[in-house]
């Protein structure tokens, strides 16, 4: 499974970015798949997460700004992000939580 990631950018505090996350192979239909940031000096760190069932997860941080979500095909999975922050800077990957495979992340950066 190869999982390619688009949507990132350079967004202003308080703007919004959605990024996707496609799969091509193997869904994640079965496994359900999470998104992770890493920010320059800091470790990687869980972001959200969507099981097979569509129950979900987020950092404290990011609860009620960010949406974790896929298409019906769980084909391509998404992460909306509302009312961006300075500290939501970073690379974003997804992951495939069956296969453990990561995308090849996205830079998100929040100017203020």
């Known amino acids: 499974v190869q999982l390619v990631e688009s949507g990132g950018g350079l967004v202003q505090v308080g703007g919004s970015l959605r990024l996707s996350c496609a799969a091509s192979?193997?869904?994640?239909?079965?496994?359900?798949m999470a998104w992770y940031r890493q920010a320059p000096g800091k470790q990687r760190e869980l972001v959200a997460i969507?099981?097979?069932?569509?129950?979900?997860n987020y950092l404290d941080s990011v609860e009620g700004r960010f949406t974790v979500s896929t298409d019906d095909a769980w084909s391509t999975a998404y992460l909306q992000m509302n009312d961006l922050k300075p500290e939501d800077t970073a690379v974003y990957y997804c992951?495939?939580?069956?296969?453990?495979?990561w995308g090849q992340g996205t830079q998100v950066t929040v100017s203020s």
């Open positions: 992951k495939h939580l069956g296969l453990g495979v």
């Open positions: 192979g193997r869904t994640f239909s079965s496994d359900g």
């Open positions: 969507i099981s097979p069932f569509r129950t979900t």
